[in-house]
């Protein structure tokens, strides 16, 4: 069946340092899967995304990584700034045009 | 990318009663989804609203509870019918950007209901 999951559900780092996130899919068959940031009180903003046909996906101080053997894919964010501060979502296609969610990681960013 | 309005931005409710929230598109789109995040949670697919069908319910949600309309390509209505406490929670459109034949997805700012 679609599932997705996501870890650690919190993330701490300093200021000017790396955070990474990731997540599992099930179905094989997934071809794209993006992220969103939602800051407090605010909708999710889709930030990156990347397709099946390619490993890597940069995008300024975020990156995204796709292991389609593994089943994996991950969200990195360089030198970290208080702004990266929100609750992080991973997602992945289910049937008929609809996107499942992962659990949701909530990233501090320390001063 | 599409504009998406939400109409009530919230809402407080008495247990008992229904409310209706609106979805509204500056282009025509295809696909039209609701949402329900309860605090501190991810998103949970409602339904797929369909236009000029029945909406497509996932499971453990169901049309008498959570019946939805889609009139045209531009507009969609979420009812919460028989509200409980249990039903505070933010409720978000989304709609699927065609332009690029993608799965992208784009929210609505959302309607956080709460019920007494």
């Known amino acids: ?111 | 990318s599409a504009v998406i309005s939400q109409k009530p931005s919230r809402d407080i409710c008495q247990r008992g009663t229904s409310l209706t929230i609106q979805c509204q598109v500056d282009s025509q789109v295809t696909m039209m989804f609701w949402y329900r995040q309860q605090p501190g949670q991810s998103l949970t697919l409602i339904a797929t609203a369909n236009q000029g069908s029945e909406a497509t319910y996932e499971s453990g949600f169901v049309i008498d509870k959570f019946p939805i309309s889609r009139p045209n390509l531009t507009f969609s209505t979420l009812t919460v019918s028989n509200m409980s406490p249990e039903d505070s929670s933010i409720y978000l459109c989304s709609v699927e950007d065609q332009s690029r034949n993608s799965y992208e997805q784009y929210f609505g700012p959302g309607t956080r209901l709460t019920v007494t």
Do not use: M
Request: proline share 5%.
């Open chain 1, 1 to 111: 069946g679609e599932n997705v999951e996501q870890h650690p559900s919190t993330l701490s780092v300093q200021e000017g340092d790396s955070a990474v996130i990731k997540c599992t899919y099930s179905d094989s068959a997934s071809n794209y899967f993006p992220w969103y940031k939602q800051e407090l009180g605010k909708r999710p903003q889709l930030i990156i995304d990347i397709r099946s046909n390619v490993g890597e996906k940069k995008d300024q101080r975020i990156a995204v990584t796709l292991n389609k053997t593994a089943k994996h894919f991950s969200l990195h964010i360089t030198e970290t700034q208080p702004e990266d501060s929100a609750v992080y979502f991973c997602a992945a296609p289910g049937k008929a045009s609809k996107i499942i969610f992962g659990s949701g990681t909530r990233l501090s960013i320390r001063p």
